[in-house]
């Protein structure tokens, strides 16, 4: 990292900051397939990981770079990739493997224009629905977002953090606007740094049982070659990891998969406000859109309007108990997007009819200004 | 099996597994994991090392018996598991057990890419020349004019040859054998496990059930024949016209080279980043 600016402030992009965030959680390992807006995060660690005695490569597809994640996971390591909606797409089949088989990993999608080729050099926040459902079949997932350099860094700590705590993927969405602007971040020493590495057995392997179920519902993690022999499935499978068909070990493991996410839910779930404590009316955005919401809070207040902002940092688990505390609060809430309105419909689902929900679209590969934002803060 | 071989079988069988097992009597898969635990047997390779991936099919449900580090996937996708398994791990020996379909149809990319990156993979194909798992819909294998249950009119397409294209894809070792030649197929395993580099066995099976049914070639026993009576060693084949070859596959190995293994040269790459 050359771009230093100070003891620790540096100045970085988006893309830069996921590396480091990832560098200091402790990944080892990153496979990818080149794709705007994302590849940089492929370059740099290209060439970081062997320094630090891990592993970079580059697959033949998006589909075969998650599945060298999850076995890399599966072999000890702390993995991560990183593309953009495209490959993103193609990530679904495996993103679901690693959900059921409860592999941690990361998976960084820098949103762009969509759907399909799209707006490769813009951004968007299309991909939100793909990030919670993308996959088949019922599963959850943990999805963040982030709006700065800052977050990048921060947020790509707190992914991995997640994903080994609840041996779960993690979803971290980034857009080009994010990826690609630079921006002065502050790097804490590493000692200041909380990182979480999954639970190892404790118990010698005859005792080990893989899938059992404990208090938080997250079995420890015995990685491949260290002497706990034990199968790994993308089949519905009972405590020891092979297939069952038996309706009472089906539902023990799909409740376990849910309620491991329930009960951390209250840690999981990150918002930050923003002028909310004496807030009529309300911004709630995420991601690059969150940064102009900002600015349109401060310009609304100067026109005398009791504006305040929740940004949602985690976007799934939905946190629905911080967006009803808003909606409580305030007679009208402003959703902005960079889509046809993914949150906007989360936040009336969880409304009941309290508070008036308006969204605001932008499609054209443009950003929402805080203009934007402001006017139809006035309006509301 | 003699009560010798039973025995040993059970030294790497899942005693926790709730038995029975899903193939078919007279599957070939059976025949293919008893030559992998001999083979694994006879190099005394310690069950901790060995971990055994595999695809989803029939052939997939392989390693769910076996008593190693073991990893049913998703379809097509084994390699690319295997892929970061190895990488991370090195020391492991890392075995890829695959259907015909799985990886030469949905996986075909990451089987010519595994080889050309010439990882140090073991990959095993039990070639049944059919999908069985998903009810006898053809595959790149499935012989021209063959019926399948989605070439209910005789199938049109050309089959692949797996081993030639593995060999073309720059495989450093490649063996074909087949379920009827089990004694050449635990010399072809050893050798396979033993190469640096990424080496192919692809083992000729019979899917009675839906394939022998369909193309009226009888019951396992008279399918395990016809393995015997159109299996060609190498050198022989070397010798005969074209002509006496059709219908028939070669047996033997057909690639061992030795060339920079993809591990070892990372390593390198990590020293010298390192400085
Ligand atoms: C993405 C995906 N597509 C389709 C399937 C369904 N499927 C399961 S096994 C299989 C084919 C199996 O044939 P092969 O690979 O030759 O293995 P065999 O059963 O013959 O051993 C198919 C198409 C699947 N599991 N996943
Ligand atoms: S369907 Fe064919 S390949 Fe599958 S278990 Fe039966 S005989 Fe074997
Ligand atoms: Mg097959």
């Known amino acids: 990292m050359s771009k230093k600016k100070s003891a620790n402030r540096y100045f970085l992009q988006g893309n830069e900051a996921v590396v480091e965030g990832a560098l200091t959680a402790g990944c080892t390992f990153f496979a990818g397939y080149p794709i705007t807006p994302a590849s940089e995060i492929s370059e740099i660690l290209s060439e970081r990981l062997p320094q630090v005695g891990g592993t970079f490569i580059q697959m033949e597809d998006e589909i075969a770079s998650m599945g060298a994640i999850i076995g890399a996971s599966l072999a000890g390591a702390k993995s991560m990739t990183a593309t953009s909606g495209p490959g993103f797409s193609l990530m679904q089949e495996n993103l679901g493997f690693a959900c059921i088989a409860e592999v941690p990993c990361v998976i960084v999608n820098v949103m762009r224009g969509g759907p399909s080729t799209g707006l490769p050099t813009n951004p968007a926040q299309g991909d939100v629905m793909q990030a919670r459902w993308g996959t088949h079949g019922d599963h959850p997932i943990v999805v963040l977002a982030t709006s700065t350099v800052q977050d990048s860094f921060e947020l790509t700590i707190k992914a991995f953090n997640f994903a080994e705590k609840y041996r779960t993927p993690v979803v971290l969405l980034s857009d080009e606007v994010v990826a690609h602007t630079r921006e002065t971040v502050e790097l804490p020493p590493r000692e200041e740094i909380h990182i979480i590495d999954r639970i190892a057995p404790s118990m010698p392997p005859e005792w080990y049982i893989p899938f059992e179920d404990n208090s938080r519902g997250v079995p420890p993690m015995a990685a491949f070659g260290d002497g706990y022999r034990y199968h790994v499935t993308g089949l519905v499978h009972d405590v020891r990891g092979f297939p069952t068909q038996r309706p009472d070990e089906i539902e023990a493991f799909m409740k376990r998969l849910f309620r491991k996410i329930t009960q951390g839910f209250n840690e999981i779930q990150m918002t930050k406000d923003f002028m909310i404590d004496d807030a009529k009316v309300a911004v709630i955005a995420y991601g690059s859109v969150a940064r102009s919401a900002k600015r349109a809070v401060l310009d609304a207040r100067d026109r005398g309007v009791k504006a305040g902002l929740l940004q949602l940092v985690t976007l799934f688990p939905f946190p629905r108990m911080k967006v009803e505390e808003v909606l409580r609060q305030c007679r009208a809430v402003l959703v902005p997007e960079l889509n046809m309105g993914q949150i906007s419909r989360e936040v009336s689902r969880v409304n009941q009819g309290k508070c008036q929900v308006r969204k605001l679209n932008r499609l054209d590969g443009g950003l929402i200004t805080p203009e934007q934002i402001m006017y139809e803060l006035l309006k509301i | ?275």
């Open chain 2, 1 to 275: 099996m003699d009560h010798k071989g039973t025995k040993l079988i059970h030294k790497y069988l899942r005693h926790d597994k709730k038995f029975p097992h899903v193939w078919c009597p007279g599957c070939g898969n059976g025949i293919v994991l008893g030559a992998l635990i001999r083979a694994i047997d006879k190099l005394g390779l310690k069950k901790d090392d060995v971990v055994m991936v595999s695809g989803i099919g029939c052939s997939g449900r392989m390693p769910v018996y076996v008593d190693f580090n073991t990893l049913h996937t998703t379809h097509g996708r084994a390699l690319t598991f295997a892929t970061g398994i190895k990488l991370v791990r090195p020391h492991l020996h890392v075995m890829v057990v695959m259907g015909d379909g799985d990886a030469t149809a949905i996986g075909g990319n990451h089987f010519i890419h595994a080889a050309r990156r010439n990882i140090d993979l073991t990959a095993i194909i039990v070639n049944n020349q059919i999908y069985g798992m998903t009810g006898g819909q053809h595959s790149p294998t499935t012989p021209y004019g063959c019926k399948a249950t989605t070439a209910m009119y005789g199938h049109i397409e050309h089959a692949f040859s797996i081993s030639e294209l593995a060999v073309t894809a720059g495989a450093s070792f490649v063996a074909r054998g087949s379920v009827y030649h089990a004694q050449m197929l635990d010399g072809m395993l050893e050798k396979a496990i033993l190469k640096k580099g990424f080496s192919v066995v692809e083992v000729m099976s019979n899917c009675h059930v839906q394939f022998g049914r369909r193309n009226q070639m009888g019951d396992p026993v008279t399918m395990m024949k016809r393995l015997k009576d159109h299996a060609v060693r190498i050198e022989k084949a070397k010798t005969m016209e074209p002509g006496e070859l059709e219908g028939k596959f070669t047996i033997g190995i057909l690639a061992d080279v030795d060339k920079p293994v993809y591990t070892e040269e990372y390593e390198k790459i990590r020293e010298g980043a390192k400085r």
